[in-house]
């Protein structure tokens, strides 16, 4: 069924496993673990709600625990629970299918299908060519920790998206209209007011078809807008590029020390499942992360913010005003600098993200004066932390991300610096649902 035309694009279906009838769907399904990585309240709160039931967050590792003592421990619990749970009737007899997805949010509704995506056609490394790239820098150095709960295990449970380019909105609705005439696999609320998700099956010839035509149509089109063939790409990370890197490089370790076994090129490890999405998809909105630097010097920030190409910049009377300037889209690009209580709009050629202009600067400028830099989510947080922590500081306001342009931005740029955007708020995030045998 089209496996070898999927195989172009680096799909495949995958085996699915989903909860058996009995399991409370509510308690099963738990928000990626790279969520609230400073609140453990949130993640206290996850654990009273779920008690003794089956549900994923005993397959997980939350990124709040990562420094904590008893990693290992914790790992070796986690491969306990998988295999537990596929021998004491925990998950449904498994299905071999795409999944639509519709997840309400408590800020839209997003449309994705889960699937399967093959390793070999997924690459992370700053000027390596793929099909499947990611958009922003990956930090080695956060790769170890996130093997060692996927090397050994016999489960996957997917929070990666990956993103199309589809201006016209096409594929997704399309795949939704025909699979909402079936049953829905699963549906349930989320916990912690985080909305609702349902999942149909996408398996039948017509479905595959569907899917592959319109991926064709994407990639003739350039998938990555129009540049040159050589640098086109039809996938972008858009969030989860650690894990996601992560399973690459077990596939890899797992690859060479088994080089020659008979059927390798199939082994499950080879594959990750994902969830993939529009970047036009009116319910995924991307919010900036913005930047507060501490330290002596701050007051030079102006100075070397004036750098940017075409670089113009005026005093403005206040924060509300400034927030305002910033968040519109003049032609130019346009930052927001909180220094010395006094507010300075920063106009610079458009040419490129915003961020992606401007975090080299950032780096020159910390590495030059000693300063320290936090990433912040929230403009309010941002003035909090300018106005009122002891530290000298000074703050700047990025603008929303234009989705225009992204995939192009990518193809000439390479990969965005890290914290250039965040795929909407925290609720928003993906949860684990579906799983998939990732041992022979």
Known sequence: MHRETLSGFGLAMPEMLLPASGIDRKKWAVIACDQFTQDAEYWEAVRSIVGDAPSTLRLIFPEIYLEKPGKQERIEHIHRTMRTYLVQGVFAPPEKTFVYVERVTPFGVRRGLVAAIDLERYEWRQGKKALIRTTEGTAPERLPSRMDVRRGAPLESPHVLLLINDKADVLLPALGERAKTT??????????????VTGWAVNAEEDVSLLVQNLETLTSIGASGGCE??????????????????????????????????????????????????????????????????GERVNELLETLSTLPD?????????KELSALTAVFSGKNRLGLILDSGFYLI????????????????????RETGASIDYVHGEDAVFRAVQHLARRGAGILLPPVQKSGFFETISRLGVLPRKSFSMGEALEKRFYFECRKIER
């Open 347 to 366: 106009e610079f050629a458009d040419c490129g993200l915003a961020v992606a202009l401007l975090q080299p600067l950032l780096d020159g400028f910390v």
């Open 183 to 196: 049953v829905p696999l699963y549906h349930t609320d989320l916990m912690l007011d985080a909305g609702a």
């Open 311 to 319: 670089g113009v910049i005026t005093r403005i009377a206040g924060g």
């Open 229 to 294: 063939e050589e640098d086109s790409f039809l996938f972008a990370v858009g969030d989860g590029n650690h894990s996601l890197a992560a399973a690459k490089a077990v596939w890899e370790e797992y690859k060479a020390s088994h080089a020659g076994e008979r059927g390798l090129e199939r082994h499950p490890a080879r594959y990750a499942m994902v969830e993939i999405e529009n970047l036009y998809d009116i319910g995924i909105h991307f919010a900036p992360i913005h930047r507060v630097l501490f």
